[in-house]
């Protein structure tokens, strides 16, 4: 099993993910709000890569079982119904509904890790689900950071590294690019006090500027939502436990 870390989406094209299992993180928030959108049960999330895009599949849509989320700018869209903070996925609002989900570089990065044979989203909030799955798979790995307008950032670096050490908690003869081991390195040095770190990182500042700092406490909890959310399809849904055993045969 080979564990490779993307540092930034623009680093490859699409078809690089061809036949590929994939990880796709976006700490802040992208990921996290998947998560939270899952947990509360929201029937599915449909990542798309523009605004418009965005806006043409929701017309299709019927009886208000369609939501528009997500963010320019860290801020809700005009004529969209969520923004994206994890505090605003409550089942009240998403239960049973479909997530339309544009984000400046998350939905960007899943959408582009379409090739894979398998996506898997995670953020730290399912961090040792994921790594129990894949550790199940024994397939390669690659795990994208999905960063910040196609550059490199740490939060989604340290998340990747955090995931490859429990991996390796588990199988430590796992092979490790250098990106990897960059990641790990990253992560051993600032992954002590998530929370901190999200801080203190670029996007983290933002995001507290703008007045979200409450979502780096979602954002920084490890392990509270012990889900697979799986892309298939175009489309974002949990693995059931039908899949798991027939992906792990
Ligand atoms: C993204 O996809 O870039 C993020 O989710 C941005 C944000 O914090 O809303």
Redesign the pocket.
Known sequence: MKVNVILSPNNVDDLYFTGKTTVVI?V???TSVILKALDSKAKEVIPVGSIDFAMKISVNSHGGQTLLCG?RN?QMIEGFDLG?SPSEYTEERVGGKSIILF?????KAIVKAKYSDKVFIASFNNLSTIADHLIKLNNDVEIIS?G?SGIFCLEDTICAGALVKLIMEKKPDIKLTDATNASLTLNEKYGKDIKLMLENCE?GKI?KTNDFESDLDFCSTVDNIPLIPYFTGGEIKLLNNEIIDSQSN
């Open positions: 976006d802040l928030r992208a963010e860290t994206n984000t400046t570089n998350g939905s999905s910040a996007h995001l």
